[in-house]
C-alpha cells in the first residue's frame, strides 16, 4: 500500500509540473523527462494495484503464500520501466495536448482516459 500511495504521489506531482511555457514542446528534455516519468509512474500506479489485488486473491480465495517482495517490485519496476523506455527509444515523447505524453495520442486516445487524466472531455475541432 505504501509503495502504491508513492507511485501516485509521484506521478501527480509530475502532471503539474509545468516550468515554464516550453515544456510541452516537442523534442525538448523537459517534455521527455515528463512524458517519461508521467507514464512510468502510471504504468507502476497500474502494477501496484494489480499486484495487491492479486495478493488479496491469493491470501483470501486461494490460501497460498504470497509472491515475494522482491519478485513483486523487479516485475513492476521492470515493466514500467520497459513500457516506459520504448516511447523514449523511439522518440515518441513530445505534445499530447496539455502536457507531454506520447505524442500524436490526443486525437485518438479514448475519451474516458482523457477525462480521467484532464476531468474534462476533448474537444473535437
Known amino acids: ?5 508513492c ?7 509530475v502532471y503539474v ?13 523537459l517534455c521527455t523527462f515528463q512524458g517519461f516519468w508521467m507514464n512510468f509512474f502510471d504504468l507502476a500506479t497500474i502494477g501496484w494495484t494489480l499486484i495487491i489485488a492479486l495478493s488479496l486473491y491469493r491470501a483470501v480465495v486461494k490460501q497460498s ?3 515475494e517482495r522482491s519478485v513483486q517490485h523487479a516485475v ?14 523511439t522518440e515518441s515523447y513530445g505534445n499530447s495536448g496539455p ?19 484532464t476531468n474534462q ?3 473535437r475541432d
Open 121 to 123: 472531455f476533448p474537444r
Open 1 to 5: 500500500m505504501f509503495t502504491l500511495a
Open 17 to 29: 509540473m509545468q516550468p515554464g511555457d516550453r515544456v510541452n514542446e516537442t523534442g525538448t528534455f
Open 76 to 89: 513492476v519496476w521492470g515493466c514500467a520501466f520497459f513500457l516506459s523506455a520504448m516511447p523514449l527509444i
Open 7 to 13: 507511485t501516485s504521489i509521484l506521478a501527480n506531482i
Open 99 to 117: 502536457w507531454c505524453w506520447i505524442k500524436g495520442m490526443m486525437g485518438s486516445i479514448h475519451p474516458i482516459l482523457h477525462r480521467e487524466r
Open 65 to 67: 503464500k504470497i509472491f
